[in-house]
């Protein structure tokens, strides 16, 4: 499968990416081959910025679901990304990777606040930005906040790093003829329901036509392969751009 080419790119991890084998919320040795593997990209030119969610520390929706106030939990939830975010820096930074973290909610001692044009300036001087606290406010996820920010970044494409090596028409872990798409439009993961990212994540990029690119993260050098067009994935992309592709 032959990638489009990109430029600037911002990579979207699940929290629990950066889990180890026995439940350990943040493995250092997990989280820095994922350090690994935004350096092996990073390595190739391309611009980098990166988004981490917080469900290996806090879920602030399913903690909503047990009692929390929902707004005081997704706040604790936006806390427990900037903690992925430190992590992730760190990691990077041992291995001579420049990086900045950069927080919706201002936080002085540990990171920069967002402020767009200082990131792109990040982006510009080859270096890595890492944005925490989703969009700095409760009730919305951050696949929203990693949507957001790609299209104030004028990211060429959001890359959704998972478990899975792309997105199938029904659960792989639990149902074995699960199919993989190799290419599918906004639409039909709206329309379909496919649980990728949440809907206003999806629905933000294709308003602002930015190709969602779902890959597995997990095996190692993955990465680089799907942006040399060897790995496998599945891109999401307007239905115009579908047809196209296949002309």
Not at 17 to 38: H, N, Q, S
């Amino acid at each position: 499968m032959t990638s489009p080419k990109y430029k600037r790119i911002l990579l979207k991890l699940s929290g629990e990416v950066l889990m180890g084998p026995d439940g350990i919320a943040i493995d250092p040795a997990v989280t820095a081959r994922v350090a690994e593997e935004i350096a092996d990209v990073k390595a190739q030119g391309y611009e980098l910025c990166v988004v981490v969610g917080g469900g290996n520390i806090f879920r602030g929706l399913a903690a909503a679901a047990q009692g929390f106030e929902r707004a005081t939990a997704d706040y604790m939830g936006m806390l427990a990304t900037v903690m992925n975010a430190l992590a992730v820096q760190n990691a990077l930074e041992q291995i001579g990777v420049d990086t900045r973290v950069q927080s919706a909610i201002p936080m002085h001692s540990v990171c920069e606040p967002f402020i767009r044009r200082r990131a792109v300036r990040h982006l510009e001087k080859n270096r890595v930005v890492i944005f925490a606290a989703g969009v700095g406010s409760p009730f919305f996820t951050t696949d929203s906040g990693a949507a957001l920010r790609a299209a104030e970044m004028n990211c060429d494409a959001l890359f959704k790093g998972t478990s899975v090596d792309g997105i199938y028409d029904a659960d792989p872990k639990k149902v074995a003829g699960a199919s993989r798409f190799e290419t599918i439009s906004y639409n039909t993961v709206l329309s379909k329901n496919l649980k990728v990212m949440d809907a206003s994540a999806v629905a933000l990029c294709r308003d602002s036509n930015i190709p969602i690119v779902v890959f597995n993260i997990r095996e190692h050098g993955n990465f680089a392969a799907v942006l040399r067009g060897e790995g496998v994935s599945t891109i999401v992309t307007n239905e115009q751009e579908m047809i196209d592709a296949r002309v």
